[in-house]
């Protein structure tokens, strides 16, 4: 059973920097991609970015290329987003997913993740 809790959410004014954090048990990498989606007020949940399972190769939306690093830690069961250069348009609830998908990761939409964190929530504002 995958279980996923995320942390590290809050307020940052633009131009700031947050790490997220998501602690995962359940999680095999060889058959589990995991990674960010958020969420903002009245849009649907998007990717941020993931992991491809087996491969391990990282997939970032064009929103956040260059500015988001997302990173993952098989030791710890860990998995972070560090995210640099904040803009009030990264504002929303920040999700951590995982599912067995076999493809890259970045090819599938958040209807096709079945194992969710509770979500934190990311502000970005003056």
């Known amino acids: 059973q995958v279980h996923l809790v995320e942390s590290g959410g809050g307020l940052v004014h633009p131009g700031g920097s947050l790490r997220l954090s998501c602690a995962f048990s359940?999680?095999?990498?060889?058959?589990?991609?995991i990674g960010w989606f958020r969420q903002a007020p009245g849009k649907e949940r998007e990717m941020v970015s993931c992991i491809s399972a087996s491969s391990g190769n990282a997939y970032y939306a064009d929103s956040v290329k260059g500015r988001f690093t997302i990173a993952k830690d098989n030791a710890q069961n860990t998995m972070s987003l560090q995210m640099t250069n904040l803009n009030p348009e990264d504002t929303a609830v920040y999700y951590c997913a995982a599912e067995r998908l076999s493809l890259t990761c970045g090819l599938y939409q958040a209807h096709e993740y079945r194992n969710w964190g509770q979500g934190t929530q990311v502000t970005v504002s003056s």
């Open positions: 359940g999680v095999t990498s060889y058959y589990h991609a």
